[in-house]
Structures are given as structure tokens and as C-alpha cells.
């Protein structure tokens, strides 16, 4: 096994996949590329971040890597055995990807956080457009986390893995660690999630201070 991941640090994918690999003990050469200016050799056929590679396999696309690693890695102990518990999981991951990386980390996050780093004036317009579509993802994901499938006290899922990261990175914006803070179940499992070692020692420094 030589496991190999194209990365760019700050990214919220590339500590989805970072936090896989920790969780499961396992070892991946960095090599860091950067998807904005195209420094690095990149492998990604649309010059996206991340890539696995597992000695000549070479995969993309981070729902297809977690799913890969818990296969080939863990034996599916990362998916729950019952057809509901799965699709819920699946569910989340869609959720992230689909509804809540945008207003969370690339609205909300990126301009209150991200952007004063780098020298740049937040854009509140953009920020409060970010919270109010940032409202009915969380409320989604609260009832899932009350439900209890999968977002649950005491057993780690894909689910976890691809979502903690992207929350993490709204919590560490005010607004958003108080949104967050207004979904008991949610906000519940965050805390438990945010103590994990896979997750603490794999985030980016901008989001360390509130995880």
C-alpha cells in the first residue's frame, strides 16, 4: 500500500479526506497543489482538490474517496448496517455537498474569516445572504441529528467524517458558531465530533480557535 493525497491545505475537502485517513490510522504522502493558481502537479482532470492515489488507483472526488477507504480500509465499519441508518448517511453527504458548503463556508466563512486574513473587507451582503440559506440546512440536519440514524453520540459514519469539517469551518465565523448553537441535537454532536482527534488535529489553523 503507498497511499498518496493531492492537497491544498486550507481546503474543508481535503480535511474531510485527512480526517478519514487519521481516524482509520492510516498514512498518506501529502503533496500539496494549489487548485486557484495551478502550482503543483496536479492529477484532477478539472484541477480540484483532493485526489487519492493508492499506488497506480487514482480517485477523485471526496464522496467517492470516503467510500473507497472505508472499503478498502475499514471493512464498511464507516457505513451503518441498517438500508435506513445508509441512506440517511448518504443523505448528509449529499447535504453537505450540495446545500451546505456554499453559504457556510464559501459565503459565511470565506468573507468573515478568510477574507480579513488576507487583507480583503468582508462583504456583509454576502455574509447575511450566506446565514439566512444557511438556516434551513442546519434545521435539516438538527432533525437528523435528533433522529439518531446516523449523526449519533458514540459511533463515527461517513457521515460524521463529511460533515464535521464543513461545519467546523462556519462555527469558526461569530454568526455562525451561534447559529449553530441555536440546534440543540446539532450542535450536540458537533461538540462530541469536535473533540475527536481525527477531527482536531486535521483542521486548518482559521478554524481552530472555535472547534
Avoid: K
Avoid at 445508509?86 to 463556508?105: E, G, H, K, N, T
Amino acid at each position: 500500500m503507498s497511499l498518496s493525497l493531492f492537497a491544498y491545505p486550507p481546503s474543508v475537502y481535503c480535511q474531510i479526506v485527512r480526517m478519514a485517513l487519521h481516524h482509520l490510522g492510516l498514512t498518506a504522502q501529502m503533496i500539496e497543489v494549489n487548485p486557484f493558481t495551478g502550482i503543483g502537479d496536479n492529477p484532477h482532470p478539472f484541477g480540484l482538490v483532493p485526489t487519492l492515489r493508492d499506488d497506480e488507483f487514482e480517485l477523485w472526488e471526496t464522496c467517492a474517496i470516503l467510500r473507497y477507504l472505508d472499503a478498502q480500509y475499514a471493512g464498511g465499519r464507516l457505513s451503518p448496517a441498517s438500508p435506513r441508518a445508509v441512506a440517511r448517511m448518504v443523505q448528509v453527504q449529499s447535504i453537505a455537498d450540495s446545500q451546505a458548503y456554499w453559504p457556510l463556508v464559501r459565503m459565511v466563512f470565506s468573507q468573515r474569516v478568510f477574507a480579513p486574513q488576507h487583507g480583503e473587507a468582508p462583504d456583509e451582503t454576502r455574509i447575511a445572504d450566506g446565514m439566512a440559506r444557511a438556516a434551513p440546512v442546519l434545521a435539516a440536519l438538527d432533525d437528523i441529528a435528533r433522529e439518531g440514524l446516523v449523526l449519533a453520540p458514540g459511533h463515527v459514519s461517513l457521515a460524521d467524517i463529511h460533515l464535521a469539517p464543513i461545519l467546523g469551518f462556519f462555527n469558526a465565523a461569530p454568526e455562525g458558531a451561534a447559529a449553530l448553537n441555536r440546534y440543540p441535537a446539532l450542535h450536540r454532536w458537533f461538540v462530541e465530533i469536535g473533540a475527536n482527534p481525527a477531527y482536531r488535529d486535521t483542521c486548518p489553523p482559521l478554524t481552530r480557535a472555535r472547534s
